[in-house]
DNA sequence: CTGTTTTACGAGCAACGTAACTATT
DNA sequence: AATAGTTACGTTGCTCGTAAAACAG
């Protein structure tokens, strides 16, 4: 499997057109981007830049290369991101509260699915006789 | 940028429902997995699993995050799938023979558009008087 | 005592930055 | 001399496995 972080330096090599630029964007050093490069073209066994005389030139390989990289790096953050957002839901309580009887009993097969889809959700299901019981809580 | 072992791991953790044997699946000890899980849940912030006294029970984060994670391992792999593909046709030439001059003439912007598409491959275009000088090369 | 996960720790490896080198203009 | 990239090298940090510890049945 390759690494995330040098498909992440394929993709601004790409985007940039040169090591230098691209190690800027990055904010790391034109060697450090440089060494991923190599570590990269030594795990697909193929070069994915032409080494001209002044600069590089992205190869096809690069190209498709840095093609799939970004969706890789979109799936990746979007996984993180997930995870942060439905953890910030985690160890809440949604507490709710109806005056019938009846209605509670409507909930209940709703309130069940919700409770398999976000299991880790704390449902409070309330009760009350009267709407100015409700409001006391 | 989330590590991609570490989403490797998560996936064969939520497959498997347990530390042990998801690190089989993954070749690797038990502890090592332990360890890029606890990783994985500081970068999240959030658990990924619930710790029961008996084994371990994904949290609705955890499958949220392997959902994605899915998707970018996948494309990780496409990525240097496409790149050792793209490669393997590097370096290649390809011999294109015509024996009429006004095919030769019609292929031009086809072959134009073609090496554009892919620059690396050599295309030579070789033209011929004859059918008989052609099978000779 | 068995099974499962975590913690501790040490070895190996990979990523990084600084510095030096190469090559071209 | 100036610019762009690579190579060399030492440091730091990460990943891993073995061993030991916690915890529950």
Redesign the interface.
């Known amino acids: ?5 040098s ?2 330096c394929l993709v601004a090599l790409v985007d940039e057109g040169s090591v230098t630029k691209a190690a800027a964007v990055l904010h790391m050093s034109q060697p450090a981007l440089s060494h991923q490069i190599a570590a990269l073209e030594r ?6 830049v ?1 080494r001209l005389a002044r600069g590089v030139r992205v ?4 190209r ?6 970004r ?3 979109a ?6 991101q ?9 160890g809440r309580r949604l507490r709710i509260a109806c005056a019938e009887t009846m209605t509670a009993w409507l909930l209940v097969p709703v309130l069940r699915r919700w409770q398999t ?5 704390r449902l409070d299901l309330l009760e009350f006789t009267s709407a100015d019981r409700m409001v006391e809580q």
Chains 1, 2 share one sequence.
């Open positions: 499997m390759a690494i995330l972080r498909l992440e795990e697909l066994g193929t070069p994915v032409e190869t096809a390989a690069g498709a290369v840095a093609e799939e990289a969706v890789a790096l799936a990746a953050s979007r996984a993180v997930a995870g942060r957002r439905v953890g910030e839901g985690l889809r976000w299991p880790d959700v």
